[in-house]
Nanobody, 123 residues
């Protein structure tokens, strides 16, 4: 049974930082690229970032380039999203996802999903 469990969300002020983690189990982690998506109330789920199996390649949404960094530790079966210079418009539930292909920026194409973690940025 594949499980992706996000953690690290919370409430932060504008300009602050958070680091999200996504712990994976039930799959061979190195067989999967990892992605982060987010969904704000009343909006569709949107792509944030993705990283290849070996961490050699990354892809970011324009809205987060230069502020967010995706990474992974294959020895810990964990992916991360370091979020700096946070803005109120970054407020959303953040989800991690796994898929064998890279880069995948469309949510429907991902095979596995976590339950999400709430990030709230106050102004």
């Amino acid at each position: 049974q594949v499980q992706l469990v996000e953690s690290g969300g919370g409430l932060v002020q504008t300009g602050g930082s958070l680091r999200l983690s996504c712990a994976a189990s039930g799959l061979t982690f190195t067989d999967y690229a990892m992605g982060w998506f987010r969904q704000a109330p009343g909006k569709e789920r949107e792509f944030v970032a993705t990283i290849s199996r070996s961490s050699g390649r990354t892809n970011y949404a324009d809205s987060v380039k230069g502020r967010f960094t995706i990474s992974r530790d294959n020895t810990k079966n964990t992916a991360y999203l370091q979020m700096n210079s946070l803005k109120p418009e970054d407020t959303a539930v953040y989800y991690c996802a796994a898929d064998a292909n890279f880069p995948v920026i469309i949510a429907d194409f991902y095979s596995y999903w976590g339950q999400g973690t709430q990030v709230t940025v106050s102004s």
